[in-house]
């Protein structure tokens, strides 16, 4: 039976000074938890996360990282910098970096590949719109997400990436999709996952939901068969929130 991943999107939030004092309320409250749990941090974060939870089971990830290793990218990452300093994940394609970056499946695929070269673990994200759902396209949407998003991964490299649904409607709205429209949604990315690589490899990989995910939803979405974990934003700011949802799922 597979273990739950839960990671907190910290988003553009925390200094260093808040950020120290999240990780140490944190690590106490998770220690004991067979779940995996990751903190994506702000850039300037990385490095003292990386300190501060060496030795426990809280893993590192960024939030973004581009797809060159080096060069004339001014405001720009290379995975290989996050590597250097201990960082092992990195999320890439979330939606607000789609809407207010111009990121594209093109980009995602892109940075992917570099991630993976690097040795990080991409957490790619993948979600469909309101109008998008309501229209009767979300099965389009998703389908093509994951069809130029993952284009020439191999499936070396699809064990080393964890997909995240997110509905676009349910990111920071306090609206969360329902179990089942969560558990449906998901069951139809693994079935393109099938398509490319085989029932095997899309059984072992892990599909998160996120979108508004909390203390009180987490136990419903995360006993759901289809869902392999969470991407929390707004409450994986609050240590006692973000451990409650950590604790929500039981192995
Ligand atoms: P939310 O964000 O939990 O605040 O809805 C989720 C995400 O954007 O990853």
Redesign the pocket.
């Known amino acids: 039976m597979k273990n739950k991943i839960i990671a907190g999107?910290w988003?553009m939030n925390k200094n260093q000074a808040e950020a120290e004092k999240l990780i140490s309320a944190l690590k106490p409250l998770v220690k004991d938890s067979k779940n995996t749990v990751i903190i994506c941090t702000p850039y300037l974060d990385l490095e003292q996360a990386v300190c501060l939870t060496a030795g426990t089971n809280i893993h590192v990830g960024a939030q973004n990282c581009h797809w060159a290793e080096s060069g004339a990218f001014t405001g720009e990452v290379a995975p290989s910098m996050l590597k250097e300093i201990g960082v092992e994940y990195v999320?890439l394609g979330?939606?607000?970096r789609r809407q207010y970056f111009g990121e594209t499946n093109q980009t995602v695929n892109a940075r992917m590949k570099a991630a993976l070269e690097a040795g990080l673990k991409p957490i790619v994200?993948i979600g469909e719109t309101l109008e998008e759902r309501n229209s009767g396209r979300m099965q389009e949407v998703l389908a093509t997400q994951i069809k130029e998003g993952f284009e020439g991964i191999d499936e070396e490299q699809l064990r080393r990436t964890i997909v995240?649904y997110?509905p676009i409607w349910?990111?920071?709205?306090?609206v969360?999709a329902t179990n089942k429209q969560a558990n449906e949604a998901i069951g139809f990315c693994r079935s393109q996952f099938e398509e490319l690589y085989g029932k095997d490899e899309a059984q072992k990989l892990y599909i998160q939901y996120?979108?508004?995910?909390?203390a009180v939803n987490a136990a419903g979405l995360l006993n759901q068969p289809e869902i392999d974990g969470g991407?929390?934003?707004?409450?994986?700011l609050d240590a006692e929130k973000f451990s409650a949802i950590v604790e929500a799922y039981k192995i």
């Not at 996120?210 to 909390?214: L, R």
Request: overall charge negative; proline content about 0%.
């Open positions: 999107n988003k999320i979330h939606s607000e994200c995240a997110e349910a990111i920071g709205t306090g969360t996120g979108g508004s995910m909390n991407l929390i934003g707004g409450a994986s």
